[in-house]
């Protein structure tokens, strides 16, 4: 499978909020009510923000969501924090009990 | 609370074998699946596939399949990954990944380990 593809970067103040694109296809984002989102600060591991598309694991703000519409999913995070600053990375369900991440996005909190 | 607790950084030369292990605890070991997942240097994460806690049989992604090796010790809730025939090309981080869903195969992972870095250098 092809990563999913994702902007290499986005930005905004704090307090604004920011929408992160996951783009894929019919065999995977599109196919599947399955898209997950991960938060990577450097040098620690993946964290889960949302899952199924758009359900938020305890402990995690309300301040992140997520949403799918045909091949593409997004994240959007509003009321950015200087803390929100990191790597983001959308996954999805690719069939045959496999999934595909995408390539990353860096958030950068101006 | 659970926990994923990795083995320690490793160098290895070209063409030698290298063993990742997780333990996991803070939750019955058999009831979620273990991924693993490698992230190279400044790349995003490359999903590798997982092994079924109860029956024990993995499940490789198409990339990742020949040198790799799942398995595991559930006397002591540790999953192992085992790659030979090191190439300079598997020098990344690898990651143990708890399945979210307390059933089969989930596509999204609710608990990480600490990472792994394997270095594979002449």
């Known amino acids: 499978q092809s990563a999913l593809t994702q902007p290499r970067s986005v930005s905004g103040s704090p307090g604004q909020s920011v929408t992160i694109s996951c783009t894929g296809t019919?065999?995977?984002?599109?196919?599947?009510?399955?898209v997950s989102w991960y938060q990577q600060h450097p040098g620690k591991a993946p964290k889960l923000i949302i899952y199924d598309v758009g359900s938020r694991p305890s402990g995690v703000p309300d301040r992140f969501s997520g949403s799918k519409s045909g091949n593409s999913a997004s994240l959007m995070i509003s009321g950015l924090q200087a803390e929100d600053e990191a790597d983001y990375y959308c996954c999805s369900d690719a069939g045959g009990s496999t999934v595909v991440f995408g390539g990353g996005t860096k958030l950068t909190v101006l | 609370q659970v926990q994923l607790v990795q083995s320690g950084s490793e160098l290895k030369k070209p063409g030698a074998s290298v063993k990742v292990s997780c333990r996991a605890s803070g939750y019955t070991f058999t009831g979620h699946v273990m991924n693993w997942v490698r992230q190279a240097p400044g790349q995003g994460p490359e999903y590798m596939g997982w092994i079924n806690t109860n029956a024990g049989n993995p499940t490789y992604a198409q990339a990742f399949t020949g040198r790799f090796v799942f398995s595991l010790d559930t006397s002591v809730s540790t999953a192992y990954l085992q790659i030979s025939s090191l190439k300079a090309e598997d020098t990344a981080v690898y990651y143990c990944a708890r399945g979210g869903w307390s059933g089969g195969f989930s596509s999204w992972f609710d608990s990480w380990g600490q990472g792994t870095l394997v270095t594979v250098s002449s």
């Open positions: 019919s065999s995977d984002v599109g196919g599947y009510n399955y």
